[in-house]
């Protein structure tokens, strides 16, 4: 049997450190789990010049129908600034294996003071686009994007720009139509239902919101549901709630795949989303239950939130109140999605109180640069999606 094994990966939780590894190349490959009990020590504050050591208990791994055990080695955990470098020692010489691994263990979390690991929305989203791109070059045709703004909505004129942008990043086809405010409902829709036929637009969206009197819902019901990219027509919300997920909306979307980075199994979490608008709120929740969460809505008329919300091992927040959440409404560990974006003071800041939460939560998203990259990239996969299947 191989000493030295290259780790796959490491976690603490619950005072338990988990470590993959692995051994050799192609059939000669193994793979083992090991598992130690941190002593009582690292499970409260802790002498930074400190050096705790923990004794690996006979581990198990299989390689085909063989079982083999490991034999007791020692290990080092030796506590840095917000990290552990764990050293492994094998009897009488030392295997050349020294990694770092963050420590996540939810009942001393406060205790330990770890800040939240950033879910980078940007990052995520660049690495969408990069898988676009890959994609595209199989096709032999452009995907077309047609973007109806009606009025001059400062915002929705800058969050346009930035659709335009990622489009040309894609090498998509991208329109903007701008139609003036006063605009009748029946000539929106006719120019909506122009759009519809048109071969080389593969997805259409119309910029909210709209102008009064105006009902958005009938505006919505006019896109065809094969070019709807912003996934808000009733038939693709009706294949949400059944849990045929076709096309969804960006936003819900956006949040799963922020989610997924975590690396947190969404099954069987507890979700508790705050808010329930049809944009956001419903089809998030639509999504994490589609995903086995056990899912909770709270909204203005909830009558214990604090209570509901740090029972959450993942919490949405998208109500536009700047900072609402605060600390103590938060479960230590909980992943947290910031939806609302509130303009204070000439900056954004979202709905979750950022740098309180941060040293509560496992896993948050920073305001910006957290969920809206993804909302954009969403919409350009859904885009995709649609040409593809057009």
């Not at 705790?52 to 129908?65: N, R, V």
């Not at 990694?99 to 996540?104: A, P």
């Not at 910029?207 to 919505?220: F, G, H, S, T, Y």
């Not at 509560?360 to 910006?368: K, L, N, Q, Y």
Request: charged share 25%; net charge positive.
């Amino acid at each position: 049997m191989t000493d030295i094994w290259a780790i796959l990966g490491i976690r603490i939780r619950n005072c338990t450190l988990k470590i993959s590894a692995y051994s050799g190349k192609g059939e000669n490959s193994a793979k083992k789990k090991v598992t130690i009990s941190l002593p009582a020590a690292l499970r409260g504050q802790f002498d930074e010049s400190e050096k705790d050591q923990a004794g690996l208990e006979t581990a198990m791994y299989w390689k085909g129908k063989k079982r083999f055990v490991f034999i007791k080695t020692m290990c080092y955990i030796i506590p840095t600034d917000k990290r552990y470098s764990v050293m492994f020692i094998k009897s009488p010489q030392k295997v050349g294996i020294q990694i770092e691994c963050i420590c996540r263990e939810k009942r001393n979390w406060r205790k330990w003071n770890l800040p939240a690991e950033l879910l980078n929305g940007s990052r995520l989203a660049q690495r969408v686009r990069s898988q676009i791109r890959r994609r595209l070059k199989k096709l032999t045709f452009t995907p077309g994007l047609a973007v109806v703004q009606v009025g001059t909505d400062p915002a929705s004129t800058l969050y346009i720009k930035h659709k335009q942008r990622d489009c040309e990043k894609v090498h998509f086809h991208s329109e903007v139509h701008h139609l003036p405010a006063d605009i009748s409902q029946e000539s929106l829709i006719a120019h909506i239902e122009a759009l519809n036929a048109r071969v080389d637009i593969h997805g259409i969206l119309v910029q909210m919101p709209l102008p009064v009197p105006i009902e958005k819902e009938a505006v919505i019901d006019t896109i065809t549901p094969y070019k709807d990219a912003d996934g808000l027509n009733p038939v693709n919300l009706g294949n949400l709630l059944i849990n045929r997920e076709g096309v969804t909306p960006c936003t819900p979307t956006g949040i799963i795949r922020l989610i997924e980075l975590s690396g947190e199994k969404i099954e069987g979490k507890h979700a508790v989303c705050i808010g329930r608008s049809p944009l956001v709120g419903k089809p998030v929740g639509l999504m994490l239950l589609n995903r086995n969460a056990t899912v909770t809505y709270c909204h203005s008329r909830t009558a214990d939130l604090k209570g509901e919300t740090r029972k959450a091992d993942i919490l949405v927040v998208a109500i536009g109140r700047a900072e609402f959440i605060t600390a103590d409404m938060v479960k230590p560990g909980a992943v947290v999605i910031d939806v609302g974006i509130n303009h204070v003071n000439g900056r954004a800041i979202g709905d979750v109180k950022f740098e309180e939460v941060k040293a509560v939560a496992g896993f948050i998203t920073p305001v910006p640069g957290g969920v809206g990259p993804m909302t954009r990239a969403m919409l350009l996969e859904n885009t995709l999606k649609l040409a593809i299947g057009g």
